[in-house]
């Protein structure tokens, strides 16, 4: 699975944005989506993970109820739309792939990488 992700980008606080990775491979649906970041000197976490069918979502606590990831398996493409962002929301993101959702939620971990997107959110 290749992934490629867009929409990264500089936003005031209180802005939005929208991140995008698309997938190739006829098996999109199979397979687990996630978003990834990682700040400076921190380490990575997942922020949110989407089941194959996109039934089933996760979102991290500390984006909760600002962050929503959705999927278009149609259009082998997952989505990350980011509102009121902060400044502590500032780090490169990355789209990831997984056969089990639990091991990006759970261990932080995936089997599919994208390159990453910048994301700074100015103060």
């Known amino acids: 699975v290749q992934l490629q992700a867009f929409g990264g980008g500089l936003v005031q606080a209180g802005g939005s944005l929208r991140l995008s990775c698309a997938a190739s491979?006829?098996?999109?649906?199979?397979?687990?989506m996630g978003w990834f970041r990682q700040a400076p000197g921190k380490e990575r976490e997942c922020v949110a993970a989407?089941?194959?069918?996109?039934?089933?979502?996760y979102t991290a606590d500390s984006v909760k109820g600002r962050f929503t990831i959705s999927r278009d398996n149609a259009k082998n493409t997952v989505y990350l739309q980011m509102n009121s962002l902060k400044p502590v929301d500032t780090a490169v993101y990355y789209c990831?792939?997984?056969?089990?959702?639990?091991?990006?939620?759970?261990?932080?971990?995936?089997?599919?990488w994208g390159q990453g997107t910048q994301v700074t959110v100015s103060s």
């Open positions: 491979g006829r098996t999109f649906s199979s397979y687990a």
């Open positions: 989407i089941s194959g069918s996109g039934r089933s979502t």
């Open positions: 990831a792939a997984a056969g089990i959702m639990g091991i990006m939620t759970s261990l932080n971990k995936s089997d599919y």
